[in-house]
């Protein structure tokens, strides 16, 4: 009997779209570093 083992791995956006993920990340990292808001649209814009 044969184990099949595997990755799967996503290259941003082939698999799912993650980008709102990176969005939420990003926003909470720079509020809690710098304690300033950053609107979502500005960081889709620098991804």
Do not use: Q, W
């Amino acid at each position: 009997m044969t184990t099949k083992k595997g990755i799967i791995f996503n290259m941003d956006g082939v698999l799912i779209d993650s980008m709102p993920f990176h969005a939420e990340a990003m926003s909470r990292a720079i509020k809690e570093r710098t304690n300033h808001e950053i609107n979502k649209k500005n960081i889709y814009l620098l991804e």
